[in-house]
């Protein structure tokens, strides 16, 4: 089993561009979460899923879209990257207990 | 605006001794966890304690939650250099759909060999 994976690991984006992160899960759980750390700080929740096909606002979610098309996956976009976006980015995913992270996303607005 | 809040910001101890880190909440849970973080990692799950639980154990680890005056506390015993690392607490507060997930500022612990 391979847990949780995030694709790309790094990534350095111009102010104005977009993309997508990728967040895939093996283990069969429903609900799937992306946060963003930054320095010193704990993780804020951008969006959840409870669901394929359900999506919903945490915490900080301006600036992102969301879509859970398939079960074992949850995609992260950025339609108009800014600076503020520079961050790394988590995605977990649990059966309602214990989550489960990826090795994380760093990314970078110039 | 985060639930959790940990005591002490960073904690430097020699290796053997034993860590305490604090966390403070803010509204009912259903249940508090604590996660670990290594350098550049994504967080992995310690322990898991629920709201109508007083103490749990796991190796090492022993975790206490006080309802009363919403907090917890995770002691780690007789450290190890390998146990250095952030530890953050989350709680899951009742009456939010999804098991989402409040995460604390984290401890940074310092295991010096």
């Known amino acids: 089993n391979a847990g949780v994976t995030q694709t790309p690991k790094f990534r350095v984006l111009k102010t104005g561009q977009s993309m997508t992160l990728l967040c895939a899960q093996d283990?069969?759980?429903?609900?799937m979460y992306w946060y963003r750390q930054d320095p010193g700080m704990g993780l804020r929740l951008i969006h959840y899923?409870?669901?394929?096909?359900?999506?919903a606002k945490g915490e900080v979610p301006d600036g992102y879209n969301v879509s859970r098309l398939k079960k074992q996956n949850f995609l992260l976009g950025l339609e108009s990257a800014a600076p503020s976006q520079t961050s790394v980015y988590f995605c977990?995913?649990?059966?309602?207990?214990?989550?489960?992270f990826g090795p994380g996303t760093r990314l970078t607005v110039l | 605006s985060q639930q959790g809040e940990e005591d002490p910001q960073a904690l430097s101890i020699q290796e053997g001794e034993n860590a305490t880190m604090n966390c403070s909440y803010k509204t009912s849970i259903n249940n508090l966890q604590w996660y670990r973080q290594n350098s550049g990692r994504g967080l992995v799950h310690l322990i898991l304690i629920r709201s109508n639980e007083r103490e749990k154990h796991s190796g090492r680890l022993r975790v206490t939650l006080d309802t009363s005056k919403k907090s917890s506390s995770l002691l780690i015993t007789a450290s190890r250099a390998a146990d250095t690392a952030s530890y953050f607490c989350a709680t899951d507060a009742k009456g939010t759909s999804g098991s989402r997930l409040t995460f604390g500022e984290g401890t940074q612990l310092t295991v010096n060999p």
């Open positions: 283990m069969n759980h429903e609900y």
């Open positions: 899923s409870v669901g394929e096909g359900t999506t």
């Open positions: 977990a995913s649990s059966m309602g207990g214990a989550q489960y």
